[in-house]
């Protein structure tokens, strides 16, 4: 009995698996974190302290946020370091997401550092950027629920 290697079926049994709806959401969504997250800590961390009297306080202000000009240099640059740390810990799980991603793309348990960065990003930035981690969440549920073809045996 011979094999028949040159099938379609065949061939496409031995083709490699691999995961670029996921890897392409969970880019996505880092690019997103880091314009948001990225942008607002540059921002804050590298403006002076009239330019964030002037230009940012009046700003929060007529959003209904109760600042004062007194805790407002403190109280920003608190959150912009808070956003640029949990920007970095997103950033870290999704290369290591990325990375069993791209070498072990037939486990579904890989969807659990996608799961932690989109954690990492909402409880990062107080659940402002829940759109953001959004894409973290389907990037995970991708690879739960998409099954990899079975592997051919020799």
Not at 80 to 108: I, K, M
Request: net charge positive; hydrophobic share 50%.
């Amino acid at each position: 009995m011979t094999l028949m290697t040159g099938s379609p079926r065949m061939q496409k049994a031995q083709a490699p698996f691999r995961r670029r709806a996921e890897v392409t959401i969970a880019s996505i969504g880092l690019a997103g974190a880091a314009v948001l997250q990225g942008g607002f800590a540059l921002l804050i961390t590298r403006s002076d302290d009239e330019t964030l009297r002037t230009g940012v306080v009046p700003a929060l202000r007529d959003n209904g946020v109760e600042i004062s000009d007194a805790d407002a240099d403190v109280a920003l640059n608190t959150l912009a370091a808070w956003f640029g740390y949990s920007l970095v810990l997103v950033a870290l799980l999704w290369a290591v997401g990325l990375f069993f991603a791209h070498h072990r793309p037939r486990r579904r348990s890989t969807g659990r550092w996608f799961v932690g960065a989109g954690l990492a990003c909402l409880v990062g930035t107080q659940l402002l950027l829940y759109p953001v981690a959004f894409f973290f969440f389907v990037a995970a549920a991708l690879f739960a629920v998409r099954k990899p073809l079975p592997r051919s045996t020799p």
